[in-house]
């Protein structure tokens, strides 16, 4: 298969699919991204990547942020954090708090956004500075030293995270919360502002396709079942209110976030990552989707 | 792989999980099948198919025959029906009202009572007697003439379907259910009424798993793409609302019924069935479930 | 006080209230009536009563029906009516399904549309036939042998009555129904269906003003308690999802239809019944709420 | 009217009301109240007041605080207040977020925790310290210059504020709360700790029962409308999820609070209170409740 071919053809291929979503604007720092940005990576497991447009510059992973923490939380803890959180579709918004309050606290799924406050508040109980440990999970993913938190979003994020820190009150209530709300809404904030290319996402992913495994440092960084359950989680939660939709289009498991990047699982083959700002009505990347229905299609690649 | 011993081996491993689901009550009809029954049947698309226990015993279809609907509905209609029922799962309880009627009547996925009602009620769109027609459609999907519905569960069905005739008339209040409410209903109770073993679904299920093509009739049933996105469907929304915990377990499309059957699929590879009646809280078979865990660690057949 | 005055006033006050509602369409009979219809009727204890305006025109009852069977099954049953239904306001639209659900069946309050099926079914069983009883009770309230129901209206309402089927079978699947669905649903729709004036009406609630008496017939109806307890559902659940809104403004007990009546108490002093079709955003009539907040406002009757 | 008799009698009449309800044990302070307290007071417009038990012992206000807030709010901004809080029952439990995050942060009333949240955020716009101003308020209206907030349940409350925190901080990302959170949760947390008598309670509630004017002082406190129109709130929506019911039994105008009291209006003719620290299911004094049935029933105060 000519990768580089498919993706230099869906580059062309999307064009039409621009200017239909809209880049995401709550905060000013993700409003001023440009919205015609797009780039594509592929990190097969013989080393060899691809990549087409824009793909080696860094964007805000904001969701994307979820899925590294709950794979470092479950490297560390394992099934304990399905004692804080569920690990099914909401049927509902991202933030919505109504099954939150109807199911006393327990978040639905680990990528809602409650159900990252519940898995980021369990990665905290570990020893050590949290944030420090996410940057370094993220570093040796992506075996990319510069990538880190931009502190302008970071900061931005954390003065509009109202709607955040009231489900973060609302699970501390039903005790579901143990850390300090302000400095967990700090930590999650900083998560979701790093900044990562779409050549690092894919590379960071790709254990996930390998079970567990990543040949690129050679040993394994969860273990076989772990990384299974995590795409199994992916492809039922990893799209907001989008993923029976998501599957019957593209066809993988995979996450996405309000930047615009979408990071997708092709078991034992590869990891894809995405990055086009306009996002739908759901909140996942527009074109980003369009590329990856197309990806799956030219290369047969759907796991159904 | 030896197949055989897989399935023997299973048979002994679930003895455990017995005792601990309910057979479905709601009607007598369920309610008097003997909770320790056990069947389990793989059609490989060589022809070969393996069996253990009660595999060539027919029991009560129900929901599984959701599945074979919204196939005949897609191998007529194409794409029309998600203009009439969506392809999400929905968080909520497979009889739950609150979401259709927040969203107007248009159920969440056709797996769900409400959707399955939406799926047939397109069904009964088409020209010809609906139930002849499923009938005969089982019929040839499953090789096997004697394919049925049983009266008595029908009849029954029919008299204790008030939760779903109340969907029925909500639906049709928002102008999203054509047909007469009683004739629908009446159809939809004997489609859920169909008995067919496990051996008979197995070879049913069989073209899902490949890409739509039936190599026992040397055949398509339905279109590549077709069944990929039913696949797709069943894996968001085919059990209950357990859809998260299912994938993260067996890993593998599935469709569950009330009668204690699951019908799983093996892209690329074979059709499964499992029939154990007793079942979980959310409605799926313990032990079959348990069964089909059990396989796909076995034989690394999960899609993840 | 110079009643006459008095109401002759509101009739000028209330004109540019018009053309800001909309008159009831979900059946053809109901949206033929002329919007700018207007009436308004007093009825006194010791036998006057004072009139404006198409005071004396009969217009369809709706959910003023509501009332008195509430008050003709109390009659008869007594506070068992309170085993079947509830007494709270919904936070609502009066035909939600969501808290019905959610209640298992049980209504929030006789005012609702599942509360009203709910008052019937009970009311169906007394012996007897109860479209008769109804429709005799209503002429003996009203002192007027030509009450009856539009069979047009009723018909037309039956065919449209797909929302109350559904929420009739939901209450009926958790055995809060017990009457056949099509006779319950046939007698609501004719209950619904009543025409009578506003002299009619003022005069048929008059009892309830008078802690249960009729001055009129010089008889008890129902008794002291049970006419204020009724008063007390009126205040906080008469008014569909606008009762707050309602108590504020006009601070009377009161039952509205969406044939532009309402039905209005005033404790130990009259009762009031004013009728103009144009409706509100919550169902209640537009105009009407008007008239009524400007006569308490003028002759310091709110209970407030 | 014997109105000390009445009392006396009352008070040995609830005896066999006593355990059946529960002491709120939310917080440790309001645990470890007696719960076999009880007292009553009521309040004449000639300056005579009756009462009987621990009508002098101060105990913990807590909600009724909401209606000197809402109180004093109008008096300064009137109709203000209503753009930022409804004024219909909610249909649900107090402290729940489903409709608050359903209808875009506007809370349905003052008097549940959101909405009266939203009413103090507005108090604490005027220029002064908001404490000082409500207890002199508090001061002001029951003529007792020791009346202040109990420090030690204000702190246990802000402690254990975690639910009214999320509800502060939904609404404030609906920019419906203006205040910094922290602030607004002391303040709210002082107001619920104030400290008063059944007698200062009744006192204090006399003007709503006169049209706003306080004969204790000689002048009004609030206008005769807005008057009214508080005693419209109150009576649906002062009592929880349980106005339907209190409006049934007990038939006035009522604000109850989980220390145990209830004020109530009789408009025109007095204010009562009564306190007794066992709370129903829904937050009320259950023998508070019963208590002031048995009042209305035994000198037909009654509004209905």
Redesign the interface.
Known sequence: MDYQAVLDYIREAVEPAFGKGRVADYIPALASVPPRKFGMAIQLPDGRNFTTGDAAEPFSIQSISKLFVLQLVMSHLGDMVWTRV???????RFN????L??EHGVP??PFINPGALATLDLLMSLKGDTKQRLRDYLRYLSMNDTVQADPVVAQSEFEHA??N??????M??YDNIHMD?DELMETYCHQCAMTMSCVDLARAGLPLAMGGYSPLHEESVISTSQ???I???M???GTY?????F??RV?L?AKSGVGGGILAVV?GKMSICVWAPELDAFGNSYVGAAALEMFTSLTHT???
């Open positions: 569920g690990k099914e579709p909401s049927g509902d919505s708090m109504i099954k309050e109807m639905r799924n109202h709607l820190r009231a489900m973060a009150h609302l501390k209530g709300v990384a299974k359950r795409n199994a989680v492809l039922t939660c209110d989008s993923v029976g939709s599957a019957y066809g498991p078991p759907s796991i159904f």
